[in-house]
């Protein structure tokens, strides 16, 4: 067998991997609590769901153009508009299969063999198997301390000859944490000046918590001709509850465009037409739901810290956004990977080590679950770590006993 040695170099996705291994227990009837997903719950607007369906039941469902059919294209130069007050044309758009396949292509169109892109920790886990995949090297600002705050500072000390793009994502996955508007200001223009390309991964742009309002990144830019170095993402995934229809987007200069265009005519054509047609009809549909959705996240958030903050030893930076928290457990366990898996093996509570994201001591937390879940999983993650906690646990009828330290 001979499996390259980039294939080789590349490690699975955690998050998917998790959220497998949810299933899998479910299925075997194990009383799982899944607070490492990376999906709202809720179901796809109708009118994404009507638009989708009218168009398959004619039973004709054909290739797209490479780059998105002309409706969805139509659909997100609307969006940039009313989102970003942001004119563009049909020439600065490609639709992709989620936001994963935008970044992917877009790190294609742009690195020449060793070329480094930077980015934060904690940071989203395909970025550096991304860049890797693409032929790059991935760089990493590890921001102070707690914070989850990056500075300017912290990057400009990166940047050297090699240096091809900086990727931000803000509201981060997996801190929760949005970025603070004058960084992300002073960033947009040290770039433009730099001549270094920004990818700005807005997924999780409309999900902002606490009356604030998303950033908009094209504010701070000069430049948005065909030498503009600003790649903004998007997709419906997280703000419709749409993750299974793979429909992502990224607005850029022509150029670059036209390049991400030929890559994914060659890789693997235009996204599914079906799916397309979802996001048609969610982008153009009524918007409410988004509304719906940030306020459920919101009060799942709170009760999520809240009872987190009852675990002595634990600490966590309250999150703006998404609906992932990053708590601190190293007074409990300083490596990660062991705690995600002891807290499986023993009180059956998925979560996501923070050494997949590029911050050990740390667990990613999702809050996208009922109320119930929340609560009981933060339950049990004390129950397993707090020496002080009872001697015995309840799920359901299954009456565990601590027998560990
Ligand atoms: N983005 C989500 C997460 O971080 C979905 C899974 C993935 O594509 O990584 O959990």
Redesign the pocket.
């Known amino acids: 067998m001979s499996i390259s040695q980039l294939a080789r170099s590349i490690k699975e996705?955690a998050?998917?991997k998790l959220n497998e291994t949810a299933a899998i227990l479910r299925d075997k009837g194990e009383p799982v609590i899944h607070l490492g997903?990376?999906?709202p719950k809720g179901r796809a607007p109708i009118d994404a769901i009507t638009t989708a369906s009218s168009m398959m039941v004619t039973g004709e469902v054909r290739y797209s153009p490479a780059d998105g059919i002309p409706s969805l294209k139509k659909a997100i130069i609307r969006y940039t508009e009313e989102c970003y007050n942001r004119v563009v044309t049909p020439a600065n758009v490609i639709a992709s299969s989620g936001a994963?396949q935008s970044i992917m292509v877009a790190l294609q169109t742009l690195l020449e063999p060793k070329d480094e892109v930077i980015f934060a920790a904690p940071y989203?886990?395909?970025y550096p198997e991304m860049v890797k995949l693409a032929g790059g090297v991935p760089v990493v600002v590890t921001p102070e301390d707690g914070t989850f705050q990056p500075t300017i500072e912290e990057f400009a000390a990166l940047v050297g000859s090699y240096t091809k793009a900086i990727i931000i994502n803000s509201p981060n996955?997996p801190s929760g944490v949005m970025y603070k508007k004058d960084f992300i200001a002073e960033l947009v223009q040290f770039c433009e000046k730099k001549g270094i390309y920004l990818i700005m991964d807005d997924t999780y742009n409309r999900l902002v918590f606490d009356g604030q309002a998303p950033i908009n990144c094209y504010e701070f830019a000069k430049d948005f001709s065909e030498h503009s170095k600003l790649i903004v993402i998007n997709c419906v995934s997280k703000m419709y509850a749409m993750t299974g229809f793979r429909i992502g987007w990224t607005v850029a200069a022509k150029e670059i465009v036209q390049a991400m265009t030929n890559i994914q005519s060659q890789q693997t054509s235009g996204p599914a037409t079906p799916s397309q047609w979802a996001a048609v009809g969610a982008l153009t549909g009524v918007q409410s739901s988004i509304d719906g959705l940030r306020m459920t996240l919101e009060n799942a958030r709170n009760v999520m810290i809240a009872r987190l903050n009852m675990i002595p030893g634990v600490k966590v930076v309250k999150p703006n956004g998404t609906f992932y928290c990053f708590p601190d457990f190293s007074a409990y366990e300083k490596d990660s990977a062991k705690l995600c898996q002891m807290l499986l093996d023993k009180v059956r509570v998925v979560t996501v080590p923070g050494k997949e994201f590029g911050m050990d001591g740390h667990l990613r937390l999702s809050y996208c679950g009922s109320l119930k879940e929340i609560k009981e999983g933060v339950e049990r993650i004390q129950w397993a770590i707090d020496p002080n906690s009872p001697n015995e646990l309840y799920l359901g009828d299954r009456k565990l006993v601590r027998d560990w330290a």
Do not use: I
Request: no cysteine.
């Open positions: 996705s998050t998917l997903g990376g999906e994963k989203w886990v395909s996955n």
